[in-house]
């Protein structure tokens, strides 16, 4: 009998911890940013724009992929040691709010850019995340590293 009470607190720790992790920030989806915001921008300010984007983008992908480490390895440390999680973070951070938003003001961006038959050359949120990706594992060596 107390085997099987042991054995829900422990399941029920478990799930606890896991719906307490941040969210991997390769499955966050992007929020919608209307195109109408760039309407005056030329085709000049619109690349900056986006070249910007690109460059917080990674930053922020980085960031959140750190928070969802560092979670990943206090909740393992938890269970293995038993320790009380209440120090464990989880949820997202406002970081994982404002990675969403610039994913959909760079698709706003490419949006208005195509309206304006601007000629710019710009790498999506997905293909920044590919490249952090794919430098990690040439640092690492590590071919089981995450990919979008």
């Known amino acids: 009998m107390k085997s099987n009470i042991f054995k829900s607190i ?14 991997d920030p390769k499955n966050l989806q992007t929020q919608y940013v209307s195109p109408e915001l760039y309407k005056d921008y030329d085709c000049e300010q619109i690349a900056t724009e986006m070249s910007h984007l690109e460059r917080k983008t990674g930053n922020l992908y980085r960031q959140l992929k750190a928070e969802r480490t560092a979670d990943e390895w206090q909740a393992v440390t938890g269970v293995l040691f038993i320790i009380p999680l209440f120090w464990l973070e989880g949820g997202d951070s406002p970081a994982a709010a404002e990675f969403t938003r610039v994913k959909g003001e760079h698709e706003a961006l490419r949006q208005m ?21 794919e430098e990690d594992r040439a640092k690492t060596g590590d071919a089981a590293a995450e990919a979008p």
């Open 10 to 23: 422990i399941f029920a720790g478990l799930i606890f911890i896991i719906a307490g992790c941040a969210s």
């Open 113 to 133: 850019a195509t309206t304006k038959k601007c000629a710019i050359s710009s790498k999506s949120p997905d293909e920044v995340i590919k490249a952090i990706n």
